[in-house]
């Protein structure tokens, strides 16, 4: 069955960095989109990035562009967000999830997220 | 900004029916896409491309999207439902984002 398991937080001071980790399993990784949501203490969810299937193409979200960079390895069915330069209000469970399915040249970015990780809280105080 | 509203909270009783709003100009011609989501748990999509269901959703839960409107439609209401519901939409004419509502505190009286 499809599993996502993220990991990597913790506690970090602000201004330094972090690098979280979601492992896939289940399913061929290199053929979806793949997402990183998060959801501050109280607050809703929020999209932060996509990487395409390939890695060609990243998008982000204007609160983390120029801070965090996503990437993935296909060979390790692996995805990862870099995150550097981080504030208090980047604190937050971090979610990775599953984007569109790419075959044969048809895909759709628009595609629901159909499955997510438990999350790994990433707490930034001094 | 592309900016999705819903209203904060929804309450209902026990088999009654909950509609859980999600407006912005025409989105009906976009795709939404609406999320349950429970405390300590992973969301879990409930409705995709405004009124399909993920294989497990139960057929209580239903989808439609018009005009500048789109709706979650949740019958026959159980205890289980109470959850934070999100819709979300791909903003591709703004720099490719992926856009979520504030989110909907459904209450089951």
């Known amino acids: 069955q499809v599993q996502l398991v993220e990991s990597g937080g913790g506690v970090v001071q602000p201004g330094r960095s972090m690098r979280l980790s979601c492992a896939a399993s289940g399913f061929t990784f290199g053929s979806y989109g793949m997402h990183w949501v998060r959801q501050a203490p109280g607050k809703g969810l929020e999209w932060v990035a996509i990487i395409w299937y390939d890695g060609s193409k990243k998008y982000y979200a204007d609160s983390v562009k120029g801070r965090f960079t996503i990437s993935r390895d296909n060979s390790k069915s692996t995805l990862y967000v870099q995150m550097n330069s981080l504030r208090a209000e980047d604190t937050a469970i971090y979610y990775c999830?599953?984007?569109?399915?790419?075959?044969?040249?048809?895909?759709?970015?628009?595609?629901?997220?159909?499955?997510w990780g438990q999350g790994t809280l990433v707490t930034v105080s001094s | 900004s592309y900016v999705l509203t819903q209203p904060p909270s929804v309450s209902v009783a026990p088999g009654q029916t909950a509609r859980i709003t999600c407006g912005r100009n025409?989105?009906?011609?976009?795709?939404v896409h609406w999320y349950q989501k429970k405390p300590g748990q992973a969301p879990v999509v409930v409705v995709f491309?405004?009124?399909d269901r993920p294989p497990g959703i139960p057929e209580r839960f239903s989808g439609s999207n018009s005009g500048n409107t789109a709706t979650l439609t949740i019958s026959r209401v159980e205890a289980g439902d109470e959850a934070d519901y999100y819709c979300q939409v791909w903003d591709s004419n703004n720099g490719h984002l992926w856009v979520f509502g504030g989110g909907t505190k459904l209450t089951v009286l």
């Open positions: 999830a599953r984007g569109y399915y790419y075959v044969s040249g048809t895909y759709s970015p628009g595609d629901s997220f159909d499955y």
């Open positions: 025409n989105i009906g011609s976009e795709s």
């Open positions: 491309d405004d009124s």
